[in-house]
Antibody, heavy 119, light 106 residues
Framework: QVLLVQSGAEVKKPGASVKVSCEASGDNFTNYYTHWVRQAPGQGLEWMGIINPSGGSTSYAQNFKGRVSVTRDTSTNTVYMELSSLRSEDTAVYFC????????????WGPGTLVTVSS | DIQMTQSPSSVSASAGDRVTITCRASQGIANWLGWYQQKPGKAPKLLIYAASSLQNGVPSRFSGSGSGTDFTLTINSLQPEDFATYYCQQANSFPLTFGGGTRVEI
């Protein structure tokens, strides 16, 4: 049973950065890629990026390039998503999700982390 | 980027009804299409992958079809627990993109 545990809610000021963690258990950490998907209040789902936990390679959506960084720590089975230069429009729930390397469907999801950007 | 267009944006239905949701891709994606169910305050849940394959543990009243650019999610004999928002997602190429969602409500 794969379980993803995310860090707690954050409140940040515009211009600040936030780092959200996603710890995986119940499977081989390097067997699945980890994606980040966000959802603004009352809105749909938006893909942000992916990391291959084995080699650490990443790919990001153009909308976030230059502002997002996804890293991993294989010793703790944890993936991190850092978003910088926050603005009010970044207020959203941030989900981590895992997919096998041979397709990009999100079989397992974390519970989400609410990030609120407010002055 | 591949745009995914879902319709309708919302549908009113009753328990026992059949509901059909459509998803159209802006370019061909073969069968690289998934469907998710999301309930308020919860993470989405994968229902269908590869356009028509039922994810483990998902009831057989859910089914998917289509290929290329046009896809359908059908829910037969709607159950009370099926009232939720449904999203399609293309897995053909980065950036991965989702449809705008369809809310199934009473």
């Amino acid at each position: 049973q794969v379980l993803l545990v995310q860090s707690g809610a954050e409140v940040k000021k515009p211009g600040a950065s936030v780092k959200v963690s996603c710890e995986a258990s119940g499977d081989n950490f390097t067997n699945y890629y980890t994606h980040w998907v966000r959802q603004a209040p009352g809105q749909g789902l938006e893909w942000m990026g992916i990391i291959n936990p084995s080699g650490g390679s990443t790919s990001y959506a153009q909308n976030f390039k230059g502002r997002v960084s996804v890293t991993r720590d294989t010793s703790t089975n944890t993936v991190y998503m850092e978003l910088s230069s926050l603005r009010s429009e970044d207020t959203a729930v941030y989900f981590c999700a895992r997919a096998p390397p041979y397709d990009d469907y999100f079989y397992y999801w974390g519970p989400g982390t609410l990030v609120t950007v407010s002055s | 980027d591949i745009q995914m267009t879902q319709s309708p944006s919302s549908v009113s239905a009753s328990a026992g009804d059949r509901v059909t949701i459509t998803c159209r891709a802006s370019q061909g994606i073969a069968n690289w299409l998934g469907w998710y169910q999301q309930k308020p305050g919860k993470a989405p849940k994968l229902l269908i992958y590869a356009a028509s394959s039922l994810q483990n543990g998902v009831p057989s009243r859910f089914s998917g079809s289509g290929s290329g650019t046009d896809f359908t999610l059908t829910i037969n004999s709607l159950q009370p627990e099926d009232f939720a928002t449904y999203y399609c997602q293309q897995a053909n190429s980065f950036p991965l993109t989702f449809g705008g969602g369809t809310r199934v409500e009473i």
